[in-house]
């Protein structure tokens, strides 16, 4: 079965790198790519979501299954793996966060678009909007590194930046709840000021703000931890 599976990404892949398959496009459906690899339509199931996995395709409830066309999106599940295998430490978490994010930062000041710029604002709001719900504000902390990460105008960048921020939101949804109130004003403020930064299309600034926020919202998530 795995042979197969890998069969199937080998093909698909092959198409992309032959430019018969491009962003947005759709696949063949299962039954055409069983028939087409002389697989089952299950080892078929198998190989798309492996792809899905790699950010490579995307499923559309009753319409098939496409080529992404949007940022990558890399799942934090092999990450994951390796944490619980390795035993990764939370400031170890932080130390790739500051190497990747305090980067993306600059550029997004750089490089941010209008459509950028507003999807942080919203996220920000959403943060002062939610001083209250930490689970609400979790989310809307996730999405604003997000989309720095996507308006860094590389998309390496972005993906591995998702990657790392999805293991991040799976280590701290059962802690958010112990947050203070005092520490959720101050990180909202903190990502208010990142966002004015990268506004301003202040580079440095941007990369030191977000390089103190992530100091500060390291040593609050050790005091959650202790809770």
Known sequence: MRGGSD???TY???LIESGALHTGDRLPTERELAAHLGVSRPTVRAGLRSLGALGVVRSRRGSGTFITDGPPCLGSEPLSFLSALQGFTRDEMYEVRRI???GAAGL???RATADHIAAMADEVAGMFASLDKPQAFLNHDIRFH???GVASGNPIVASLAEMVS???YEHRRDSAKNAADRDMKEAAEAHRR???AIRARDVREAREAMNEHLL???AFQAAEQAV
């Open 7 to 9: 069969q199937v990404v």
């Open 12 to 14: 698909v892949r092959g």
């Open 100 to 102: 990747l994010e305090v």
């Open 108 to 110: 997004a000041a750089e």
């Open 146 to 148: 997000r989309a720095i």
């Open 166 to 168: 999805g293991m991040y």
């Open 194 to 196: 990142i966002y004015q």
């Open 216 to 218: 500060t919202a390291q």
